[in-house]
Structures are given as C-alpha cells and as structure tokens.
C-alpha cells in the first residue's frame, strides 16, 4: 500500500524559512516532487527530483527552494527560504512509481501561510 505523508507546513512571516518532509512507503518511486495550490488558483508545479538526484524549479522559486531527497529513507524534502505571501498554498508531495505503466501518488497536503 502507498503511503506519502507530508509535514513542516505552517504559518511564517515574510522573509522566514520552512523545511517541508514527505515520507513514502509502499513503492520504489523515480521522480518525486512537490506542487502547490492557492486558493481559486489551479495545482502547479513547485520542484521535481529524480532518483539520481537531478532537480527542477519553478520560475517562481528558483533560488529560494531546494528540493532533496533521502533514498534509503524514502523521503522527500522542500527547504523553503525568503518564503513570500505569494507562497502560501496548500503544498502536495507526488512520487512516480514505473510499472507497466507509469502511476502517480499524491499526499494528503499541508497548509503554508505566508504572512507579510
């Protein structure tokens, strides 16, 4: 059965820092990532990385978010610095396992409010 469980989110003031966790279990998982959705607004992308440990960002983050990942663990994490109001969002953790075809898992979400 998979699991991902996100934690770390939370209420912080403009400027501060958040380190957001996602621990799987269930599947060896390729690419996982983090997204997050604004209220009103659709899900995006936020950062993916795969299981050698190449990285992708949104525009928006770039600089300001390290995606990592802890294999033998099988966690994900977000470190999240000079957070903006405009980060606040419910974030998603996602985890792609390749079997015959290619699945997607998603976490339950985890609030972050930015305040400014």
């Known amino acids: 059965q998979v699991q991902l469980v996100e934690s770390g989110g939370g209420l912080v003031q403009a400027g501060g820092s958040l380190r957001l966790s996602c621990a799987a279990s269930?599947?060896?998982?390729?690419?996982m990532g983090w997204h997050r959705q604004a209220p009103g607004k659709q899900r995006e992308l936020v950062a993916t990385?795969?299981?050698?440990?190449?990285?992708n960002y949104a525009d928006s983050v770039k600089g300001r978010f390290t995606i990592s990942r802890d294999n033998a663990k099988n966690t994900l994490y977000l470190q999240m610095n000079s957070l903006k109001p405009e980060d606040t969002a419910v974030y998603y953790c996602?985890?792609?396992?390749?079997?015959?075809?290619?699945?997607?898992?998603w976490g339950q979400g985890t609030q972050v409010t930015v305040s400014s």
């Open positions: 996602s985890a792609d396992y390749l079997g015959d075809s290619k699945w997607r898992f």
């Open positions: 269930g599947r060896i998982f390729s690419v």
């Open positions: 990385i795969t299981r050698s440990g190449s990285t």
